[in-house]
């Protein structure tokens, strides 16, 4: 295991190339989601606050890598449950990839089972869907905009990044795991139509209509599409959307980014209730 010692029933290294760190410096984020295949693998979680809200969510802790002057808050949050901490100087933790941005606190955790189409919009009545959105920063700032105006959950395009990387979670101060989320194949959106939702499709089209030019307070279930950040919504989606609609611009600018675009749509569809 190389030169380590106990503090405090944690494991302290000194080598940041420890076996066991291997998950933290070694791999990256689409082999840590492998682990454990064909059944749901890990990710990695960075920050105390963010990873507060993943453990509220009910994310299984697998093992936690911190500064070691952080070693007290993390003991805090994992409270009676025996789980591997391991702890290094600042001096050893600076040389890690990305440290800056993890506040000293990282922790490995298992990924949940995801329900079926069928399954996630049985209970749910404001959903937000995320077609081939690519970079997950502007998935995680999707998802804090979603949660911040009361989306039920959010379903992505198998082409989408992935709510559980790093830079998504960070991004989304951890509102990735305030909103209920699955994967669906591009097909099952004639499956949320037959549910009942209205499909909204954020997109730049002759037949669009302006957001704020009526309400849709009235209508019950709804759906509210966002699309790639270059080729913007697939013609399938588009084929079977009840309502095409955009965001009304100044000084010849032609749309926002898709990120930003996202809150003004969710505000006017689903927050206005």
């Known amino acids: ?18 076996p066991e760190l291997e998950i933290y410096t070694s791999l990256n984020e689409k082999q840590v989601k492998k682990i454990f295949e064909p059944a749901a693998g890990l990710f990695i979680c960075e920050s105390q606050r963010v990873i507060e809200r993943a453990l509220l969510a009910g994310y299984e802790p697998v093992s936690f890598f911190v500064e070691k002057q952080k070693a007290d808050e993390v003991k805090a949050l994992i409270g009676e449950r025996d789980i591997p901490v391991f702890t290094a100087e600042y001096e ?3 040389n890690l990839t990305g440290y800056s941005l993890t506040g000293g606190v990282l922790c490995a ?13 049985f209970d749910k009545k404001k959903i937000v869907i995320l077609d081939d959105i690519e970079n997950p920063t502007n998935v995680g700032a999707i998802f804090r905009s979603a949660a911040a105006i009361g989306a039920d959950g959010v379903i992505l395009t198998e082409g989408s990044a992935d709510p559980l990387y790093r830079r998504a979670t960070r991004v989304s101060m951890g509102s990735v795991f305030l909103v209920e989320w699955t994967y669906m194949k591009r097909e099952s959106i004639d499956e949320i139509k037959r549910a009942g939702f209205n499909i909204f499709s954020l997109a730049l089209s002759e037949k669009a209509e302006y ?36 965001i009304p611009m100044k000084n010849n600018v032609d749309s926002l980014n898709v990120a930003a675009a996202s809150a003004v749509a969710f505000w006017e569809i689903i927050g206005k209730n």
């Not at 009235?218 to 588009?238: F, M, P, Q, T, Y």
């Open 1 to 18: 295991m190389g030169d380590k010692g106990r503090f405090m029933g944690i494991t302290e290294v000194k080598d940041i190339h420890s």
């Open 109 to 121: 955790m298992r990924r949940m089972p995801l329900k079926s189409v069928r399954e996630f919009i």
């Open 211 to 246: 957001l704020g030019e009526k309400s849709y307070r009235d209508i019950d279930k709804k759906a509210v599409v966002l699309g790639n950040e270059d080729r913007g919504i697939s013609d399938e989606i588009l084929a079977v959307s009840d309502n095409t609609v955009m």
């Open 92 to 94: 050893v933790m600076k």
